[in-house]
């Protein structure tokens, strides 16, 4: 299983921001994809997930600013970033969990300026 991350860069507070991750080598449409963030010496936090029936969920400080979604058709999963933050700086990881281990795609950064 491959994960491949982008679409991070500098934005300034209040902007907004649509990250791609793209993955292959398993059948995605089953997937729960989810993202994470890692913010200099911090550990690695979930941020929102959706599951394979498009359910998803946020963790709070992020709902009602970032919206999770995926597009079967192309193994691609989302995450729009709005109302942005300089706390939201970090590295945004997107991640599927597998039978044994979870699999993660190189991150991409995210620095919100104030």
């Known amino acids: 299983v491959q994960l491949q991350a982008s679409g991070g860069g500098l934005v300034p507070a209040g902007g907004s921001l649509k990250l791609s991750c793209r993955v292959s080598?398993?059948?995605?449409?089953?997937?729960?994809m989810k993202w994470y963030r890692q913010a200099p010496g911090s550990q690695r936090t979930w941020i929102a997930q959706?599951?394979?029936?498009?359910?998803?969920n946020y963790e709070d400080s992020v709902k009602g600013r970032f919206t999770i979604s995926r597009d079967n058709a192309r193994n691609m999963v989302y995450l729009q970033m709005n109302s942005l933050r300089p706390e939201d700086s970090a590295v945004y990881y997107c991640?599927?969990?597998?039978?044994?281990?979870?699999?993660w795609g190189r991150g991409t950064q995210v620095t919100v300026s104030s």
């Open positions: 991640n599927t969990p597998g039978p044994s281990r979870d699999y």
């Open positions: 080598g398993t059948i995605f449409r089953l997937k729960t």
């Open positions: 959706i599951t394979s029936r498009q359910s998803t």
